[in-house]
C-alpha cells in the first residue's frame, strides 16, 4: 500500500509536541523506502516551516562508525535544523520539552555561499565555508527505546532536536579537518574521544556528500546556514543536571547544561 507522508509526518510532529515515544512506523507499514522516508521528513519540516519555524541549516548523521555501531543502521543519512532548535551559548536544554534526549560532539560549518549538487566537492565546501566551529547536538528520537531501522530515523528527521554552536571558529583550511580533535566529557568523565577523520575520513566530504544528496531533490544548502557533519563519537543520555563539555583541539570548549524545565 502506498505510504501517506503527510500522516506519518503528523504523527511524529504529535510525539515531538507532546514529548512522548511513538512506535517506529516499519512496525506498522509493510515496507517503508529511502524516498517514502525522506517525504515523511520533508512533509514534517513544512508542517514546522508552516506554524512560523524557519530553516537554520541541516545535518548529517551516522557518518562515523562510533554512531553507527551504537545506533545499528550503517549508512549516512540527512535532515534539517530548524531555527526554533538551535540553543543560544549558554541555554541549558529543558529536559520538559524532549522525550529521552541525549548528547553529542559535532563539527559545525557555517556556510558563506550556498552549495548545490550534483558534482560538489569536499574543496567546494572549503570554498564555500566561512568558518569550522564545535558544537553540541541533542538528538531525540521521537521512537520507542530510541531504536529504529534506517528509514524511521531519516522519516524522524534523524532524531533532530537541539544544537549548541562555539563562539570560536577556524578558517576552513586554517587547519587540516581530518586531525582536528575532540574530547567529549560529560559530568566530568571522558566519554569520546575522536578526530574529524571518524567522519567518513573527512568531515567536508560528508558536506559535499549531503550538497549532492539535496541536489537530488532540487534542494540545496543555503548561504548563511549551519551544517553538523554528523557526530564522531557516540552519544550520551541528558539527564537533569547533566554537564556535557566537548573540548576540540581549533575551537575552544562548548558546554550544555540539561535542567528538568516547568
Ligand atoms: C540519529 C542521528 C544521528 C549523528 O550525528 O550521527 C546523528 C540518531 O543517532 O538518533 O545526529
Ligand atoms: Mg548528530
Known amino acids: 500500500m502506498a505510504i501517506d507522508h503527510a500522516h506519518w509526518a503528523a504523527y511524529l510532529l504529535a510525539a515531538m509536541d507532546e514529548r512522548r515515544e511513538v512506535q517506529a512506523i ?13 517525504a515523511i521528513q ?24 562510533a554512531k553507527q555501531e551504537q545506533m545499528g543502521v550503517t549508512e549516512p543519512v540527512y535532515g534539517w535544523v530548524p531555527a526554533s532548535t538551535v540553543l543560544k551559548a549558554g541555554q ?3 529536559l520538559d520539552e524532549l522525550v529521552h534526549p541525549r548528547c ?21 565546501v572549503l570554498d564555500a565555508t566561512e568558518k569550522i566551529v564545535g558544537g553540541i547536538e541533542i538528538i531525540d528520537s521521537r521512537y520507542e527505546a530510541f531504536s529504529f531501522t534506517l528509514t524511521d530515523v531519516i522519516a524522524d528527521n534523524t532524531s533532530a532536536a537541539r544544537v549548541m554552536i562555539g563562539a570560536e571558529g577556524i578558517a576552513p583550511r586554517e587547519a587540516d579537518l ?20 571518524a567522519l567518513l575520513g573527512d568531515p567536508a566530504a560528508c558536506v559535499a556528500m549531503l550538497a549532492n544528496h539535496l541536489g537530488k531533490h532540487g534542494q540545496q544548502l543555503d ?8 557526530a564522531a563519537t557516540d552519544a550520551r543520555p541528558l539527564a537533569a543536571g547533566t554537564v556535557a563539555t566537548a573540548r576540540y583541539s581549533h575551537f575552544g570548549t562548548v558546554t550544555l547544561t540539561a535542567e528538568q524545565g516547568a
Open 26 to 38: 516499519t512496525k506498522q507499514v509493510d515496507e517503508l523506502s529511502v524516498d517514502d522516508a525522506y
Open 42 to 65: 520533508a512533509a514534517l519540516l513544512e508542517l514546522q516551516l508552516g506554524r512560523g519555524d524557519q530553516l537554520a541549516g541541516a545535518k548529517l548523521g551516522l557518518t562515523s562508525v
Open 92 to 94: 541549558p536544554a529543558q
Open 104 to 124: 553529542e560532539p559535532e563539527f559545525v560549518f557555517v556556510l558563506a555561499d550556498a552549495l548545490a549538487g550534483p558534482g560538489i566537492t569536499a574543496n567546494d
Open 178 to 197: 581530518a586531525t582536528m580533535g575532540c574530547v567529549f566529557e560529560v559530568d566530568g568523565a571522558i566519554t569520546g574521544t575522536a578526530a574529524g577523520a
Open 223 to 230: 548561504a548563511g546556514w549551519i551544517v553538523m557533519a554528523g
